[in-house]
T-cell receptor, first 110, second 115 residues
Framework: DAKTTQPNSMESNEEEPVHLPCNHS???????IHWYRQLPSQGPEYVIH???SNVNNRMASLAIAEDRKSSTLILHRATLRDAAVYYC???????????FGKGTKLSVKP | KAGVTQTPRYLIKTRGQQVTLSCSPI?????VSWYQQTPGQGLQFLFE???????NKGNFPGRFSGRQFSNSRSEMNVSTLELGDSALYLC??????????????FGEGSRLTVL
């Protein structure tokens, strides 16, 4: 099953861009990468997903490396509400086992 | 549209008891997956039900079980509770399931404390 590696924690200042990295060197060529985030005392929520090229939505942008071994979630202007744990998730393995891991805890300072 | 609803939100049990948690998915969603979240292990996949059938299962002992009804509502049961079962139990619903690229919609979870 594919695995991902993320830093345990990151800090950002409010209204500055944030780049959250994820290493997924073991994913296959047809695997999508999903990002979810979990705000305090809430269930995870979907952020974005992508396969090869960069992806944008109202919440964030996802930059995927050309070799697909890594990707970066970009929050263009961090707000206090963006303080959360961000999970980079490989596709479910052959047994449908989604692996969330520990994610990256993002702190945003005013 | 209404989101994923989990009940109860909080509960306290003692060792050896059993517990049943409920999850009502978003209308039209046929997949419900369950997760256990603890500070030490993070968010771990328990199992997935799709159209009343268990389709995938994580690495948890047989004390953890579930089922899905014809209206897609799902329940999970933990028997012979242990202290280590104290956790936040989350469910997520989706149209096609965890193997699809579609979005998972999570509930707010049921926080179980085992004394």
């Amino acid at each position: 099953d594919a695995k991902t590696t993320q830093p345990n924690s990151m800090e950002s200042n409010e209204e500055e861009p944030v780049h959250l990295p994820c290493n997924h060197s073991t994913i296959s060529g047809t695997d999508y990468i999903h990002w979810y985030r979990q705000l305090p005392s809430q269930g995870p929520e979907y952020v974005i997903h992508g396969l090869t090229s960069n992806v944008n939505n109202r919440m964030a942008s996802l930059a995927i490396a050309e070799d697909r071994k890594s990707s970066t979630l970009i929050l263009h202007r961090a707000t206090l509400r963006d303080a959360a744990v961000y999970y980079c998730i490989p596709p479910a393995g052959s047994q449908g086992n989604l692996i969330f891991g520990k994610g990256t805890k993002l702190s945003v300072k005013p | 549209k209404a989101g994923v609803t989990q009940t109860p939100r909080y509960l306290i049990k003692t060792r050896g008891q059993q517990v049943t948690l409920s999850c009502s998915p978003i209308s039209g969603h046929r997949s419900v997956s369950w997760y256990q979240q603890t500070p030490g292990q993070g968010l771990q996949f328990l199992f997935e039900y799709f159209s009343e059938t268990q389709r995938n299962k994580g690495n948890f002992p047989g004390r953890f079980s579930g089922r899905q009804f014809s209206n897609s509502r799902s329940e999970m049961n933990v028997s012979t509770l242990e202290l280590g079962d104290s956790a936040l139990y989350l469910c997520a619903s989706s149209l096609k399931g965890v193997l699809d690229t579609g979005e998972l919609f999570f509930g707010e979870g049921s926080r179980l404390t085992v004394l």
